[in-house]
């Protein structure tokens, strides 16, 4: 095994349940915010965007 396979390696029987947990979470967020970003800079879901851009300052 070369030196940067060794350091990249994971050993997956010693893994904790907190590292589980934190794996878990960070794919979930990781994912959750692709798609945000996917959602929000889509071109053709522009003009629904920016008719919403005020919404909070709006008295209705």
Same mark, same amino acid.
């Given at each position: 095994m070369s030196d940067k396979q060794n350091y990249f390696s994971t050993d997956w029987a010693a893994m904790t349940g907190h590292d589980w947990a934190g794996?878990?979470?960070t794919v979930v967020i990781f994912f959750g915010m692709a798609i945000a970003f996917w959602w929000a800079l889509k071109p053709? &879901? &522009?003009k629904e965007l920016e008719e919403q851009k005020y919404k909070v300052l709006d008295d209705d």
């Open positions: 794996l878990i979470v053709s &879901r &522009r």
